[in-house]
């Protein structure tokens, strides 16, 4: 089902450029999933594990990898927006039923809003750091 499925909807702030979401290959886990999100867009990937839990009944969960830095908030909130669009598209296709856009939207706002105070933090030393930087650089 997931080879075959295809998501096309238009993008919020061209609706002339269009996110496709489709099935690219099958891999030892499962499907893997493209997504463009405009014509001009690179490709993302993500995976469509499928695990088993009893003879008629599977599991189907998206990896869409990990980030190289799980200490930073902002990696991890980059990190976690790659999924919901391919969670949904995942939902949609098994459960039969049409690509609910304001499922994304409540997954991606919930987990802006969990990191926020993190990645706050994380500017606010930026910033300091630079300041730092800046000031020693003009003292020379």
Not at 24 to 29: D, I
Not at 48 to 77: F, W, Y
Not at 83 to 98: D, G
Not at 107 to 127: D, F, H, I, R, T
Request: charged letters at 30%; glycine letters at 6%.
């Amino acid at each position: 089902m997931l080879m075959d499925a295809r998501t096309t909807m238009p993008r919020r702030d061209d609706a002339k450029e269009m996110i496709k979401i489709w099935g690219a290959a099958r891999t030892s886990k499962g499907v893997r999933l493209n997504m463009k999100y405009a014509s001009w867009a690179g490709t993302q990937e993500c995976e469509a594990v499928i695990t088993v839990i009893k003879p008629q009944e599977s599991r189907v969960v998206a990896d869409c990898g990990k980030v190289t830095n799980p200490d930073s908030a902002l990696s991890r909130t980059q990190d976690g927006l790659r999924a919901p669009m391919f969670e949904e598209h995942i939902a949609a296709t098994l459960n039969k039923r049409p690509f609910n856009r304001g499922n994304v939207t409540a997954k991606e706002s919930a987990l802006v809003m969990k990191n926020l105070p993190a990645m706050q933090g994380e500017a606010l030393q930026m910033a300091a750091d630079e300041a730092k930087l800046r000031a020693a650089a003009g003292r020379r």
